[in-house]
DNA sequence: AAGTGGTCTAGACCACCAT
DNA sequence: TGGTGGTCTAGACCACTTA
């Protein structure tokens, strides 16, 4: 049943909210809560109606909207399921990865180059939302795109959220990092936040991405928030001359 | 009415295709046409569905839709008009400006350098999607951000869609290109296509940017689409080190 | 006061998927 | 074959804008 919104509450005449995003946000709790975890099905539209007592229609906005925020996926004929990163044969949601290309080419799998447990530096702390000195991971690892590496990606994570991450980074080294993330901690990644600067070849560059001394590079913030809006991982990355980002605004 | 989908047409079966998303197609074709022009107000829901003999809430979805597509912009109690960037109380879509910031500060109106009538390049030609040696407008324009000049833009517009640009462009000096299209050719953009690259600076970004020799720059190729999904003008774009380049995934 | 979009209801039929 | 989501209908009330 939905919480009737307090009827004690005296701020109610003006924005009056939609059931409809009643329904949503107390499916997300549930989802939060734990109630489902990615890859469950979630109760039909018709169900969901008769739990909340409203019509099917807007148990059905509510979970367009769900849709929307990456947070299920719907197939017909299958049902309705949490969104998950896990392999198989269902409910991919929206993909974060595809930004980088060559040559029209996607960048390949990953290759990992270091691993390390370690405490937020102030940068960090100011990405993730967490206090100095605070347990974080740190993974470094290098992607190719047609044969020739193309990015190199400092990935610091969370170290409250994710324990002992670096270590299974190490083991698993999965390709893709929400799906890393889905499976070890049940965190859903959905929305990233990325800006893009413009720097020159370091050292680093040099020796990974076969950089030249001078030669400019993309340089990439970019922060992965999960369903409670929280800041799970970020990485600072670095791609070199030639491979670009790219982006459409509709 | 709606045009009942060629019966003669032996490729029906499979693809049943929704009646919204053809009123949809229909509202677009009028837009298209000159039926309805930036700013018109369209007709309500219930007309609509008159119109087209459909219900309330089917020509609610195919307006929806259109709403996603950045064509109209409903406000509640007003109505229904097509999306424009003209100014005044109303109207306005989606912005696709805001893409370039600095110290979290906004760029400013944009100062114009130059302005020339030309015929297409090779270049000019695969990303407008012309032929070589059609009439395209040449723009160039530099804007600032926290009063220190912060982009450079080169803009390339399709003759045949936009007569004059140049001349126009030089007379008129507008603040917002969408806008300037809206206005002197009634075309809407909707769609805009990014890729930024890492670049070195350029004389020109050395003169207008204060780059220094040697100084990384960021390279933006941008296309921007009307409703027909013709490239209507595309611009290369450098912005000096320290202004980003900003997206948000969801 | 009239008309608009925003929300909501209570049904219905269909295409698709799993069993 | 049964259940699911995808689409569609024909109403209704409300908040808001405009005249």
Not at 48 to 73: F, H, I, P, W
Not at 143 to 158: D, L, Q
Not at 180 to 192: E, G, H, W
Request: net charge positive.
């Amino acid at each position: 049943m939905i919480e009737p919104t307090k009827a004690s509450d005296p701020k109610q005449p003006k924005p009056r909210k939609p059931i409809y995003l009643t329904v949503k946000e107390d499916l997300i709790r549930r989802v939060l809560s734990g109630e489902w975890r990615p890859g469950d099905l979630v109760p039909s539209e018709i169900a969901l109606a008769e739990e909340y007592s409203v019509s099917v229609g807007t148990a059905r906005k509510a979970v367009e909207k769900l849709v929307q925020d990456n947070v299920v996926v719907r197939q017909r004929g299958r049902g309705t399921t949490i969104a998950t990163y896990r392999g198989g044969k269902a409910a991919k949601p929206y993909k974060f990865l595809n930004f980088y290309s060559e040559q029209d080419e996607r960048t390949e799998r990953a290759t990992y180059l270091d691993f390390a447990e370690g405490t937020a530096t102030e940068f960090d702390a100011q990405q993730l939302g967490i206090a100095i000195g605070s347990p974080v991971s740190r993974v470094t690892r290098l992607r190719s795109a047609s044969g020739r590496p193309a990015i190199i990606e400092h990935i610091v994570v969370r170290g409250d959220f994710c324990p002992n991450a670096a270590e299974r980074f190490a083991r698993l080294r999965p390709s893709s990092i929400a799906s890393f993330f889905d499976r070890q901690y049940n965190l859903l990644i959905v929305r990233v936040d990325e800006k893009v600067y413009a720097a020159l070849a370091d050292q680093e560059d040099r020796e990974h991405l076969g950089s030249a001394e001078g030669e400019p590079v993309l340089e990439v913030i970019r922060s992965a928030y999960d369903l409670g809006g929280f800041v799970i991982e970020y990485r600072l990355i670095h791609a070199r001359q030639g491979v670009y980002y790219t982006n459409t605004t509709r």
